[in-house]
């Protein structure tokens, strides 16, 4: 675009708020993050430019938590559960709600059977290739159950939540953010904080306040769910024609134009199914113009299998469209890179890191890689961490992105009590907190991380 305006004019904006801590982005890394910092004694403001918390889990229909084992394959130690803490207390409540499903810890084996009853609630390791895959701790839940949940959480923590406000300008003195500048139907509005935690999955803040990044892409996905599928019906067929049910299948997710192993997943609503599909590459997250674009393809599509579904496959006779996601599903935008940046190879050769603060699966997060470089007062959570792009694509689901939250929301507080720049936080208090709230820092390798240098890695 070549055409331009600039506006010349002074601006008088209300302080709606003046507090400890900022968060901004209500997704699963911060409404974690919010949580966290309030219940270790801050004042915290939480700003969300939609209705509802939760971001991608919840707005986005992303309805499996994943990524929370670490599987242990070939040791007599078994499974470990790596994403504690807050990822545990939303799953106990969405749980006690009936908003979610996971399997029992003796269904988590490797056998036909249980594959059969947990393969459709998403609960497999999609990791190994040889059938059948085990069965491993991940949670199917019900979106709404999630924005119940969460609204408790931050209503009990004490957070000041701003919802209907969007972020726009990261208010930037001496290399230090004094706060925030917010769109909202009443005009700007700016809130002013100690400390900032950016998690907009899309690093708004961070960039805006002139942190290093890169901007990376994936594919993303108008995900929707359908309603009326007879599920046992359908999982029947699977099993008892399973040659015709494979070509029924290949043919759909040609329809769709692409989708993982699974185009259909249970939810915990009977007869309802969630599809994590298409696959669009080639789309910009944050441009209005292809977001635009995105959104007619993917309703297209989602058209055209329904029309495919309920003419061929058993138990999707009656299906009816329930409905897009509210918001485009977006797995990458802007990466940080900041004070450490996590390469592929961490990730695949489960590095572990003296400065670990959380994990996910079997890979660790150093508290380098959440820090911008240059920026004293703010840290990052969630999907926009500082990671190259490939390396984001496989350490980027939803209980990490959470469990980073909870460190930074630790981070923030002990940085203010210390009255030091976040990169100068002593990072082992951030761990003993981790764990005295529940949560893995990653402190203690586990059997199979690999413990080197990056001198050692290198050569
Ligand atoms: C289609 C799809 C399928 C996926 N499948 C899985 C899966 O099966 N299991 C799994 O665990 N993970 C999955 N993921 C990954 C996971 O959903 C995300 O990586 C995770 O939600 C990231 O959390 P986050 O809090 O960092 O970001 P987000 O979930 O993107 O949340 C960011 C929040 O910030 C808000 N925000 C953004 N910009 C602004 C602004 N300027 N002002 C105010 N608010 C703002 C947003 O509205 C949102 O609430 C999937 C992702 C997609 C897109």
């Known amino acids: 675009m070549s055409d331009t305006l600039t506006l010349n004019r002074s601006e008088t ?29 801050a004042n915290v403001v939480l700003c969300e430019r939609y209705h509802h918390l939760g971001g991608m889990a919840s707005g986005g229909q992303v309805l499996v ?32 709600l009936d908003g979610a499903v996971f399997p029992p810890p003796e269904d988590c084996i490797k056998s036909w059977e249980m594959w059969k009853k947990w393969s459709r609630w998403g609960a497999i390791d999609f990791h190994q290739t040889g059938m059948p895959q085990p069965i491993i701790h991940a949670v199917a839940f019900d979106p709404d159950a999630w924005k119940r949940v969460a609204l408790d959480l931050v209503r009990e923590a004490g957070v000041n939540l701003r919802l209907h406000s969007w972020f726009s300008e990261a208010l930037v003195e001496d290399g230090k953010i004094t706060g925030v500048i917010l769109q909202t139907k009443m005009g700007r509005q700016a809130v002013r904080a100690k400390m900032v935690i950016d998690a907009t999955g899309d690093l708004d803040v961070a960039a805006s306040a002139g942190a290093e990044f890169l901007t990376g892409q994936f594919i993303v996905t108008t995900v929707f769910r359908l309603a009326d599928v007879d599920t046992d019906k359908a999982t029947a067929f699977e099993y008892e024609h399973p040659e015709k049910y494979k070509k029924l299948d290949r043919e759909a997710r040609r329809v769709i134009g692409g989708a993982w192993g699974m185009w259909w997943l249970k939810t915990p609503l009977p007869g309802i199914v ?10 910009d997250g944050m441009s209005p113009e292809h977001m635009v674009a995105a959104e007619y393809e993917g309703r297209d599509r989602m058209q055209k299998l329904l029309h495919f579904a309920r003419a061929n496959i058993p138990g999707f006779e009656n299906a009816k469209m329930l409905g897009a996601a509210e918001q485009m599903g977006i797995r990458q935008t802007r990466l940080l890179q900041g004070e450490y940046v996590v390469t592929k190879k ?69 940085a203010l009590q210390a009255g030091v720049a976040l990169r100068d936080v002593d990072v082992s208090g951030i761990q003993k907190q981790m764990r005295a709230q529940g949560a893995d820092p990653g402190d203690q390798p586990a059997s199979n991380a690999l413990v080197q240098t990056t001198e050692e890695i290198e050569a």
């Open 346 to 414: 961490d990730v695949t050769s489960r590095r572990w890191f003296e400065d670990s603060v959380c994990r996910g699966r079997d890979y660790y997060t150093p508290y380098r890689a959440l820090l911008p470089k240059g920026i004293d007062n703010l840290i990052v959570a969630g999907r926009h961490y500082s990671v190259e792009s490939d390396a984001q694509k496989t350490s980027r689901e939803i209980p990490p992105c959470m469990s980073q939250g909870e460190a930074a929301g630790i981070a923030v507080v002990q």
């Open 65 to 96: 938590l994943d990524d929370m084992v670490n599987p242990r394959y070939g040791s007599d130690l078994g499974p470990e559960i790596v994403t504690t803490g807050i990822v545990s207390e939303v799953v106990e409540r969405m749980d006690r």
């Open 274 to 283: 969630w599809c994590n599909c298409p696959h669009m590459p080639g789309y």
């Open 13 to 41: 904006i209300p302080v709606v708020a003046d507090c400890d801590v900022v968060v901004v982005g209500g997704g699963p890394a911060g409404q974690t993050a919010a949580v966290s910092a309030a219940r270790n004694g």
